[in-house]
């Protein structure tokens, strides 16, 4: 009986590396929530290979969104991607399109041209929900001495909400909690004094790990301020709007908008408009175009699709305006209206150049390697910055290995406790990743070299023909010849060659404890 393939899927899509690190997202049930668009699935190859009989490729395939599976790649089991080259494991890598949820699954092939399972019956057997966009955090005054507070995410985490605080002046935030404090809640104070302020914000965590923290607010609140800017705003237009939508980053400027019709009414879709705003004329009409296939009221999942193309980097709002068989549409947008979606438009790749790397003897764990960087971007992810190492400048990206478990904050420094005791020389990259997925490299000139010991020896003894005395060699006296006494002995005889057996070589010497590794008719070792 053909084995199936679902012990061996859930041991595939069970552990997830990213360029050697692991997996950081937390989980929710079935599903896992990851911060980056690229992930990376691992597969059990000594477990394949182990079957019987064995599959001669595997093909690999995602969905999205409950959506049809489609094929990703197909490839044998000496083809696959390398995803750690240090422990030898190879597998899939997957880069997403765009946030959402998504689906996998894995077939096997057979030298056959039988498949497990086949493409009828393919089934989730993994969900990750693609989530790079952080919190939208909103942060307002509540009467003189009090905050009020909104967390909007897709994927918000219900425990990830900390509200910290700070005397006006002071570097460093303190969070309390006085009670467990919801997505949408507010809090007030007693006994706060205009001659000591103190500063307050809301930092939230979504399920995939990214962290958003408000622009804080200062108590008590004179009454001059009316309201807080969304983080992360930049000073855009959208920043004060109570239903501001979540941003899209993408590095290109080529946009498709993809809008999900909610209503069809009984007459169709014929038609739609897009309208675009860029901060700062208002609204604009940007398209009115008829559909190429018209939309009727059975259509599954209808959607229509508007092609927009960014004449430079920077933040777009958009509105769809569907219009029906009829002529009917809703009305165009007015000048406060809110954006059915923002899109962030950034092309521009990071700044990184590590500026200088010092090795110190360090303690007990090993020499300490202090890295520091500079770095820059509008657009920074919330832990932006990986360092990795590798024994050649230009080694390929599978080569360098991480030396943090997960990317870390730019910080603008890193200190490394070395603890592999046969690393002595390296060279140090550092990557930087904004919210556009753009990134940039910058490898540290110098060769690191963390041996900082010298060599040490002492003479155990001298060795010589003569003889050891006094911790030297015996030399014979130039004034006494020394006496010689020889022992004659017997020659040794030459060796005996052994009669060669008539007819050749025996049948067998020794019994024959496995079968040969060659069978007749096979002209080639069985691997």
């Not at 995803?83 to 030898?88: A, F």
């Not at 001659?195 to 200062?218: C, F, H, N, T, Y």
């Not at 753009?438 to 003894?461: C, F, G, H, Q």
Request: net charge neutral; glycine share 8%.
């Amino acid at each position: 009986m053909r084995r199936t393939c679902g012990d061996i899927l859930a041991l595939t899509l069970t552990a997830f590396v990213l360029a050697g690190g692991t997996l950081w997202a937390q989980d929710s049930g079935d599903v896992r929530y990851w911060p980056l668009r690229e992930i990376n699935f691992p597969v059990p190859v000594d477990r394949i290979q182990a079957m019987s009989p064995r599959p001669a490729k595997l093909r690999f395939y995602a969905a999205r969104e409950r959506g049809r599976f489609e094929l990703v790649a197909e490839k044998a089991l000496a083809d696959l991607d390398v995803i750690d080259s240090d422990r030898n494991r190879r597998g899939f890598r997957y880069a997403s399109p765009s946030d959402g949820a998504y689906e996998f699954a894995l077939q096997f092939v057979y030298p056959d041209g039988d498949v497990t399972p086949t493409d009828a019956a393919l089934s989730a057997q993994y969900k990750i929900v693609f989530d790079t966009r952080p919190p939208l955090v909103r942060l307002e005054p509540a009467g003189a001495s009090g905050v009020q507070w909104e967390v909007s995410d897709e994927n918000a985490d219900p425990e990830g909400v900390v509200l910290q605080v700070r005397w006006q002046g002071s570097n460093n935030w303190s969070p309390i909690n006085p009670r467990p404090l919801n997505l949408r809640d507010r809090y007030t104070w007693q006994g706060l004094s205009p001659s000591q302020p103190l500063e307050v914000r809301i930092v939230a965590k979504d399920r995939a790990g990214l962290e958003m923290a408000s622009r804080p607010l200062v108590l008590p609140n004179n009454g001059t301020t009316t309201s807080n800017p969304i983080s992360g705003s930049f000073g855009d237009p959208y920043g004060a709007t109570p239903n501001r939508p979540q941003i899209d980053y993408v590095n290109n400027v080529n946009l498709t908008i993809a809008s999900k019709l909610t209503r069809v009414t009984r007459s169709g879709v014929k038609a739609a408009h897009l309208w675009v705003n860029e901060g700062k004329s208002g609204w604009r009409k940007f398209a009115e175009e008829p559909l190429a296939q018209p939309i009727d009221p059975s259509t599954p999942d209808p959607t229509i699709r508007m092609k927009f193309t960014a004449p430079k980097d920077g933040l777009y709002g958009f509105i769809v305006i569907p219009v029906n068989g009829a002529g009917g549409k809703q009305d165009d947008p007015r000048a406060n209206d809110p954006a059915q979606i923002l899109v962030e438009v950034d092309t521009e790749l990071p700044y990184i150049k590590l500026k200088s790397i010092r090795v110190a003897p360090g303690g007990a764990v090993g020499p300490r390697v202090e890295i520091e960087w500079d770095a820059k971007d509008k657009n920074p992810m919330p832990e932006p910055i990986v360092l990795s190492y590798a024994e050649t400048p230009n080694a390929p990206d599978a080569a360098w290995k991480l030396i943090t478990p997960t990317p870390i904050a730019d910080t603008g420094r890193y200190v490394w406790e070395v603890e592999d005791k046969n690393l002595w020389h390296f060279y140090v990259r550092a990557s930087f990743v904004d919210k556009a997925s753009n990134r940039s490299v910058d490898v540290y000139e110098k060769e690191v070299i963390i041996d900082l010991e010298t060599p040490s020896a002492i003479i155990d003894r001298v060795e010589g023909s003569g003889r050891m005395t006094g911790g030297g060699t015996a030399r014979p006296s130039t004034s006494v010849k020394p006496t010689t006494t020889v022992t004659p002995t017997a020659p040794v005889p030459a060796p005996t060659p052994k009669p060669k057996p008539a007819g050749g070589p025996p049948n067998a010497t020794l019994p024959l404890t496995a079968p040969p590794l060659i069978s007749p008719g096979n002209a080639s070792p069985i691997k």
